[in-house]
């Protein structure tokens, strides 16, 4: 079955440093993936996808992905973070193309 | 705003009432799912509508609760006889046919059950 695991549940980093979020995925077939961003108080929204082609996407607020076939991994990276950046992300994988199964999530905490 | 609105925002209940919660999706997306969100999770699939027909159901979703979408636009998500275990965030996304995985959620409607 296809899934995605998130290692880190959270993540503190100081602004302007750099930060990677992981995430790594099971599937004997072709992924979909994707990252989502929930804010406090808000909707989960969505920051970037990998569907094909270039392994390296790039997402809303600076932040980018890399698919990693050999490692089934997709980490979500951003060079230089912003307290806006705190929330908790998701990294989720397209099952049967019909619904999303998100992983459990990493907050990162973003500190002046 | 035309985003996907959810209501109530806020419930809190007793074990044993019934609930219904109500989804309104984006006015042209036929795919609306229900997703359910506790602390410290990612949000687990519940079900999904393609216009009305209910395609999915998760084995998450135990016979106490029962998902509708009548006329193909809003949605109802109804729990029978509330568990405290059904305390939860209750999210709702929609999405247009042919799509490739954006979701467009509601804020969610939290659950708290006493």
């Known amino acids: 079955a296809q899934s995605v695991t998130q290692l880190d549940s959270q993540v503190p980093v100081f602004e302007e440093a750099p930060v990677e979020l992981r995430c790594n995925y099971s599937?004997?077939?072709?992924?979909?993936l994707f990252w989502y961003v929930q804010y406090p108080n808000q909707g989960l929204q969505l920051l970037l996808k990998y569907l094909s082609g270039s392994t390296l996407v790039k997402g809303i607020n600076g932040f980018e992905a890399e698919f990693n076939k050999s490692q089934t991994s997709f980490h979500l990276r951003k060079p230089s973070v912003h307290i806006s950046d705190t929330a908790e992300y998701f990294c989720a994988v397209l099952i049967d193309t019909d619904k999303l199964i998100f992983g459990t999530g990493t907050r990162l905490q973003v500190f002046p | 705003d035309t985003g996907v609105s959810q209501d109530p925002r806020h419930k809190i209940t007793k074990r044993g009432q019934n609930v219904t919660f109500r989804c309104d999706p984006i006015?042209?997306?036929?795919?609306l799912y229900w997703y359910r969100q506790t602390l410290g999770q990612g949000p687990e699939f519940l079900t999904y509508f393609q216009n009305e027909a209910q395609l999915e159901k998760s084995r998450l979703l135990s016979d106490r609760f029962s998902a509708e979408r009548p006329k193909g636009s809003f949605s109802t998500l109804e729990i029978q006889r509330t568990e405290q275990g059904d305390s939860a965030m209750y999210l709702c996304a929609s999405s247009q046919q042919g799509w490739t995985g954006e979701l467009f959620f509601g804020e969610g409607s939290r659950l708290t059950v006493l």
């Open positions: 599937s004997s077939v072709s992924v979909y």
């Open positions: 006015s042209e997306h036929n795919r």
